[in-house]
């Protein structure tokens, strides 16, 4: 028989992962990695880019699939319009606006400075994910206004997505 090793809070090695992968920084940890960070400004930075030029980004695939617009349907014309300093047009597209161009400024960062800066930065994202949970409150957030869109607004959902009520 062996010994079992209790964490030092008394509760149990598994609880004690579990309840530290909890904690965990997400967003942190995908800028970290440098390519990943990369990755996700370019694809960003195409997508706004196709947009701002009246091209045809990459089409929502829950929007094309099921017709049913996703919890970020019209975010990106949102963001080039608070670009723009149009405020009250990016609010009224998609609320999220804002949240989205700062987490694109950080993966930007992230994947453009030298270690120096970077990892400062990285460090910071992570101490104030950990101490608030913004992540997941954002994701929260994201979908409890998708649904309030989707339940309350859905002819202007639908219309801001190029669809017809």
């Known amino acids: ?54 091209l045809p980004g990459w089409p929502c695939p829950l929007l094309h699939g ?26 009224s597209r998609h609320a999220f606006a804002p949240a989205f161009l700062v987490a694109w400024v950080a993966v930007c960062g992230t994947s453009l400075l030298p270690e120096g800066l970077r990892l400062p930065l990285i460090d910071g994202v992570e101490r104030l994910e950990r101490r608030t949970g913004f992540s997941a409150l954002l994701l929260a957030g994201l979908v409890l206004y998708w649904i309030a869109r989707w339940t309350f607004a859905r002819e202007t959902l639908l219309l801001l997505t190029g669809r017809q009520p």
């Open 66 to 91: 099921l017709g049913i617009p996703c919890p970020g349907c019209g975010l990106s014309r949102a963001a080039l319009e608070l670009l723009h300093g149009q405020w009250r047009a990016a609010l």
């Open 1 to 54: 028989m062996g010994a079992r090793v209790d964490a030092p809070s008394g509760s149990s090695p598994l609880l004690a992962e579990a309840q530290r992968g909890m904690t965990a920084s997400p967003f942190a940890s995908m800028l970290r990695s440098r390519p990943a960070a990369a990755l996700l400004a370019g694809i960003t930075a195409l997508q706004l880019g196709l947009v701002a030029f009246g």
